[in-house]
C-alpha cells in the first residue's frame, strides 16, 4: 500500500492562503489512474472531503470551500496540491491527503488572528 504525507500546514491569519502539498510511494502507474482528493477533520468531529481531482483532470469541491480552494495534480512527481485562499477561522482543522486506500498522517491547519 502507497503512503501519503502532507506537507504545508501552519498558522496563518483570517483571509490568508496556504498551499498544502502530498507526495506519496505510490509508483506511476498506480498513482496516474487515481483520484486523488483531500480531507479535513476538527477534533471531535467526522472527516469531511474538501476536494477531489480525477485522473482526466475534473475536479469536485463542496460549496463551503467552493471559489477558495483549488485541488491539482502533477503525475511526473507523483505529487498533489491544495491551494487555499481567503481562508477562514472555520477551515481549521487536520487535512489529510487520500489515494486509493490510503491516507497520510495529516497536517495541521490553524485560522486564527
Known amino acids: 500500500q502507497a503512503r501519503l504525507a502532507e506537507s504545508g500546514g501552519g498558522l496563518v491569519q483570517p483571509g490568508g492562503s496556504l498551499r498544502l502539498a502530498c507526495t506519496t510511494t505510490a509508483i506511476t502507474s498506480v498513482f496516474n489512474p487515481q483520484t486523488l482528493a483531500w480531507y479535513r477533520q476538527t477534533p471531535g468531529g467526522q472527516r469531511e472531503l474538501v476536494a477531489s481531482i480525477t485522473s482526466a483532470g475534473s475536479t469536485m469541491y463542496p460549496d463551503f470551500v467552493k471559489g477558495r480552494f483549488t485541488i491539482s495534480r502533477d503525475n511526473s512527481r507523483k505529487r498533489f496540491y491544495l491551494q487555499m485562499n481567503s481562508l477562514e477561522p472555520e477551515d481549521t482543522a487536520v487535512y489529510f491527503c487520500?489515494?486509493?486506500?490510503?491516507w497520510g498522517r495529516g497536517t495541521q491547519v490553524t485560522v486564527s488572528s
Open positions: 487520500h489515494l486509493g486506500n490510503a
